[in-house]
């Protein structure tokens, strides 16, 4: 696990001098080591060379976030990663964690003294988001991907319904991703599993209403459910024979992909509940 690699640090509240910034009490935070000779070394002194470090590191750490949650990419207009899906997957939890651990330890040595109270403040609001990313680990939040009005079965039929769509590529790539989800659905699944593994207590209550959510899904036709929102208005530049193909494409991704990844994981659901409902519950 990454976890063992880092020592254990307890930020409490105070402001390391020279830095403009300060830690709030009770955050914990795993660094993995790190040569701080090196680091300083590397640390730009000047306001110029600082305020582009500052730059360069927020910018690293918000493309980052894009590339590994590609549906709010999409939702914003970014359009680069809209074949992809999210991995739910706990390895790619620990490398996501991994990575922003990475970017904690950039971003933590930049000096903000004589920066805007814009920067000073994006340097701070990043700082408390990364390290509450790290003291959330400790939770292990992967292991509850739904709640009982969130999560992939509720987001994936509104994200259909908001993309904007200007192009036969962005077709294309709207089908790559339909045929991607029975795979974050095995991983959501396998992630629920390992943490009834680990113990954890799935609501009854809960998991009921996603079942409904997962249901009302299932029982639609293709044509008439909220995957196919896209093929009830083309822009002008997709031709008559490509609108032809794209709806058929779409139409076999969710009968042959989306549908079934959803009655898959209704089962499992139905399963969970009966396990579940012999545990007491709070």
């Keep these: ?82 074949a992809d899906l999210t991995d739910y997957s706990v390895t790619a939890y620990e490398q996501w964690l991994a990575r922003y651990n990475e970017f904690l330890l950039d971003l933590a040595p930049i000096d903000t003294t004589g920066m805007t109270a814009e920067e000073q403040a994006s340097k701070n609001k990043m700082m408390q988001w990364l390290m509450e990313q790290q003291e959330r680990a400790e939770s292990k939040p992967w292991q509850e991907p739904v709640t009982a009005d969130s999560g992939l079965p509720f987001e ?34 396998d992630d629920m599993t390992a943490g009834e593994l680990d113990g954890r207590s799935y609501s009854p209550a809960m998991l009921a209403k996603v079942l409904a959510q997962v249901k009302a899904v299932d029982s639609q036709k293709p044509e008439a459910s909220e995957f196919a929102a896209p093929l009830r208005h083309f822009p002008a530049s997709v031709s008559a024979a490509e609108q032809a193909r794209i709806q058929k494409a779409v139409l076999a991704a969710i009968a042959q992909s989306v549908f079934p990844a959803y009655e898959r994981f209704g089962r499992f659901l139905e399963g969970l509940m009966k396990t579940s409902q012999t545990k007491v519950h709070p």
Aim: aromatic share 8%; proline share 8%; hydrophobic share 40%.
């Design 156 to 189: 994936l039929p509104e994200l259909a319904t908001e993309l904007k769509f200007d192009s036969v590529k962005d077709y294309d790539d709207y089908i790559a991703r339909l045929e991607k989800i029975p795979t974050a659905f095995q991983q959501i699944t």
């Design 1 to 82: 696990m990454l976890f063992a690699a880092g020592a254990l640090v307890l930020a409490m509240l105070i402001s390391t001098p020279g830095h403009g910034q300060t830690f709030p009490k009770g955050t914990v935070v795993h660094y993995p080591p790190r040569n701080p000779v090196e680091q300083a070394a590397q640390t730009p002194t000047t306001l110029a060379g600082r305020k582009k470090a500052l730059a360069r590191v927020l910018g690293q750490i918000r493309e980052f976030r894009l590339k590994t949650d590609p549906e709010y990419a999409s939702l914003i207009g970014d359009k680069r990663y809209d």
